[in-house]
């Protein structure tokens, strides 16, 4: 085993969400267009779950970010950009034999066919996260754990970190799960629909897109998924512009027993919003939701924080942003439904003194 020893006595003390997972360092194109035409690139960072510990930091909440990175100028630059979020990235390993990871990407949505990523990740240091060398102390400090699908994606041994980390144990925090499945990640084998549900069933908040459950499992619409998925506590499927569904409360009891289950099914629709960029909604969507049930707010809230926080990032060049201010972000989550539905949201209105359009 190689890298620094974690720092685990006092690291990553009192978190609310504690989120695991590989940043990297983003080149973003200086204008649309083919990788191979774009003359300069802007450094940031990318990284689903450090977005997530981000947005949750900027929000008010106590978030720490758990990863591996090189002993490079990127991994120093991925550890100071992300602490200065707020996030605590004190069990953050350096490893000194392995280099952290970056990419490229094109400025289109990643969902169309002419949007491009090249990443230079194989072999990175967190790639060599394993069950031997991550602080299970750390990533069991805070209220929540969350993971996501990617991780599982980057080797054998973090495949391996992960069904550790959501096997069934007493006093193991409420485990966050974004599925986000990247076919690009799993070129190397046909496991991925298999490892991505089996890891979905031990979780207990699942987020899932409607597009990529389609893809991976061949299911279709949010009772299917449920049908697919009817383990976690809590299942939240995006459908994109038509908003989200909840799958909540009591479970659906096994065949073999006579005690009837009965459930909440939630369903919000998506926020008419004014695109600047694509990107980092679905990281921001999750930071939202998880930010609100920390809060113990009604699940429409839950799922309404999670729309606000989306549009926040939506409206902005980047995958990171400053969210609304609490307030101004429950004056909107409390609108009725039809004042919900008039809202449209532009670039600048997260300003607590913008005035919010409505049509």
């Known amino acids: 085993m190689s890298g620094t020893p974690a720092r685990t006595a006092d690291a990553v003390t009192a978190a609310d969400v504690v989120c695991l997972g590989e940043s990297m360092v983003t080149f973003l194109p200086s204008q649309p267009g083919r990788l191979a035409d774009v003359p300069s690139f802007g450094r940031g960072i990318g990284g689903a779950e450090s977005n997530v510990a981000c947005a949750l930091a900027a929000a008010g909440h106590r978030a720490a970010w758990v990863s591996r990175v090189g002993t490079d100028g990127f991994g120093d630059h991925l550890v100071e950009a992300i602490a200065g979020y707020g996030v605590d990235t004190r069990a953050v390993q350096r490893d000194p034999a392995r280099p952290t990871g970056i990419y490229f990407r094109t400025a289109t949505d990643r969902a169309t066919d002419v949007h491009e990523v090249a990443y230079y990740r194989a072999g990175s240091a967190a790639s060599a996260m394993s069950p031997d060398n991550v602080p299970h102390e750390a990533l069991f400090a805070g209220r929540v754990l969350h993971l996501s699908g990617i991780t ?208």
């Open 152 to 359: 599982a994606a980057l080797s054998a041994d973090c495949l391996a970190l992960l069904h550790d980390l959501t096997a069934p144990r007493a006093g193991r925090p409420l485990i966050s799960f974004d599925v986000n499945h990247r076919p690009g990640l799993w070129r190397h084998t046909d496991a991925a629909p298999e490892v991505l549900l089996r890891l979905a069933r031990r979780c207990d908040l699942v987020f899932v897109g409607e597009d990529e459950a389609q893809e991976a499992w061949g299911v279709k619409g949010a009772e299917a998924i449920r049908a697919a998925l009817p383990e976690p506590e809590v299942l939240v499927v995006k459908r994109g512009s038509d908003g989200a569904t909840v799958f909540s409360g009591l479970r659906p009891r096994p065949r073999s027993s006579t005690a009837q289950g009965a459930e909440s099914v939630t369903a919000v629709p998506a926020l008419r919003v004014d695109v600047v960029a694509p990107v980092g909604a679905g990281d921001a969507f999750a930071a939202g939701f998880l930010s609100a049930t920390l809060r113990d707010l009604p699940m429409r809230d839950r799922v309404r924080h999670g729309h606000l926080m989306a549009a926040a990032v939506l409206t902005v060049p980047g995958d990171l942003t400053d969210p609304p201010a609490r307030a101004h972000a429950d004056r909107l989550a409390a609108l009725d439904d039809e004042a919900w539905g008039r809202l449209r949201l532009g670039p600048g209105w997260t300003g607590d003194d913008q005035e919010v359009r409505t049509t």
